[in-house]
T-cell receptor, first 114, second 113 residues
């Protein structure tokens, strides 16, 4: 069975540019969450989507946005990139929108902003 | 905001010994806790979870203990192996919120030969 897949695996962007990161959840999972992990720290929650609706948003600026498609895949968009956006962006999927279920993470997209 | 923190940033153990990784959480309303293992260059890997109506849960070579009185969580790894070397994160969730996990900063476990 395929796990959570994210693309691209690595990305280099220039300050001010825009980036789109993609995530495909495990088959049958309808909930997708996005996290940002800065080097040396734990992941920080950005968004959660369930059945194409936003269920939660973390403390991130409006430059960050996301959406979920009918096939439950998801995109994370970041506008006007800053150097501080350099991080590993993780996608996690779970069986349903309920909190107390296991979340499976993808390998992440390493974003470097120069 | 409230967050999960870890007591020790690094831990070194001899191969074959037992490891104990500790975690303090501050949100008394949290009712679900997960331990993740993250190897270099990879995403977090689920190890074990526990709900707040339990105080102990065992898996294969791992045990999680939850002490709600002092808001403390621990992960015990039996017979630690070189493959256990990684960063370990505890994460908490409050079921009244979205599927939002709050992670600590992690403990680097190094297994010595």
């Amino acid at each position: 069975d395929a796990g959570v897949t994210q693309s691209p695996t690595h990305l280099i962007k220039t300050r001010g540019q825009h980036v789109t990161l993609r995530c495909s959840p495990i088959s049958g999972h309808k909930s997708v969450s996005w996290y940002q992990q800065v080097l040396g720290q734990g992941p920080q929650f950005i968004f959660q989507y369930y059945e194409k609706e936003e269920r939660g948003r973390g403390n991130f600026p409006d430059r960050f946005s996301a959406r979920q498609f009918p096939n439950y895949s998801s995109e994370l968009n970041v506008n006007a990139l800053l150097l501080g956006d350099s991080a590993l962006y993780l996608c996690a999927s779970s069986w349903e929108g309920q909190p107390n279920t296991e979340a499976f993470f993808g390998q992440g997209t390493r974003l470097t902003v120069v | 905001g409230e967050s999960v923190g870890l007591h020790l940033p690094t831990l070194s153990v001899q191969e074959g010994d037992n490891s104990i990784i500790n975690c303090a959480y501050s949100n008394s309303a949290s009712d679900y806790f997960i331990w993740y293992k993250q190897e270099s260059g990879k995403g977090p890997q689920f190890i074990i979870d526990i709900r707040s109506n339990m105080d102990k849960r065992q898996g294969q070579r791992v045990t999680v203990l939850l002490n709600k009185t002092v808001k403390h969580l621990s992960l015990q790894i039996a017979a630690t192996q070189p493959g256990d070397s990684a960063v370990y994160f505890c994460a908490e969730n409050f079921s009244g919120s979205a599927r939002q996990l709050t992670f600590g900063s992690g403990t680097q476990l190094t297994v010595l030969p």
